[in-house]
């Protein structure tokens, strides 16, 4: 890792107390019992097609992603989606500072890029698919759309023609390529899934390579077969729950699909977007499902076994994929600052069942 001299006091700082063991050292003190669940979306390397067109705010690049498994073998104990659910149902203890890797939607790139380095690592992780999406094998329209837009470039016509039809003014003085586009995709969401998929439609001329892709359920079959691997579901039309006429029918639609797919031990599901209600949650119990998690951004007590209504989990974000921040999509791909990442990691808060029963919607 490179640092320049205009590294901010406070990375420093935290740089520093990574290097000389005390955060490693707060970190095995303060987080022994308790269980971290890492949230992932997609990992793909740089010089692959398809980097080009991922949204970098859902995309790690497979040098990173190496490295972060790396920081996570040193300073936790990865377990996987069976050894969670015994420790739920109280019939074991989770090791000190266990950690659960978990990947959401369902793309190719988990089975070309991350599925081997998790092999390589002997890191166990669940993908939680979203059915449909693995049934049609059409990816998202929010993630095509950004693909094509970003792959036709700047110099193209299409994300201006796309600004005009949405009426959005494309000299709003941005000079970030993939902010504009960015901006462009949430807007086209705020008027709803119709106008997304129809607009997309439009927009879709590009090569198959660098279209965004979803596994296959036979990917899923094949990947199902390694002990290292579990499979949830995610819903089957990426829709947040409390947005459905009726979550109940993708609750049961969404394992009954992945269930002729594989044989998951554990009756597992993360929600579409982290959105639920406690109707939902109730729903979801009713149904069947063992481990439910969710986007809340805490670790799990362990302490008195694992009591919380749903896990909270976390996204490590790389440099670059902030949209908020000026680097967004500049591809800083490698620069891993274990400091600044382990502080993130071992600082969040601890969710025990008292602190989070109170809660509705998220
Ligand atoms: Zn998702």
Known sequence: MTHSWHIHPKALAKEMLYRTGGLGALHRRRNRETLSVLM????????????QGANPLFTMSTGFF?????????????????????????ETLLPPRALLVTFDDGWADNVEFAAPLLRQAGVPAVFFVATGAVKSGEAFWQERLFASLMVAGESSDQWVTLGRTLGVDETIGDTNFPRKVMR?????????????????????????RRMPQMMTPEDVTRLAEDPLFDFGTHGVSHTPFPALDDPGMELVQSWDDLSLWCAPPVKSLSFPHGH?????????????YELIFDSDKTLCGTGDGINVPACGRFEIRPPGSDPF???????????FDAGRIAAEM??????????????GLR
């Open 276 to 288: 639920y209600t406690s109707e939902i949650l109730d729903q979801a119990k009713s149904t069947g």
């Open 184 to 208: 462009l995709v949430s807007c086209l969401e705020s008027r709803g899934d119709r106008a997304g998929q129809d607009c997309t439609a439009q927009f879709s001329t590009m090569d198959d």
């Open 325 to 335: 921040n000026s680097d967004y999509g500049r591809h800083l791909a490698d620069d």
């Open 346 to 359: 071992f600082l969040r808060p601890i969710a025990v069942k008292s602190t989070r029963e109170s809660t």
């Open 66 to 90: 190496e490295r972060l498994l790396g920081l996570i073998k040193r300073h936790y104990t990865p377990v996987g989606l069976e050894t969670v659910a015994r420790a739920r149902r109280g």
């Open 40 to 51: 992932f979306h997609r990992v793909i390397d740089p010089g692959a097609p398809a980097w």
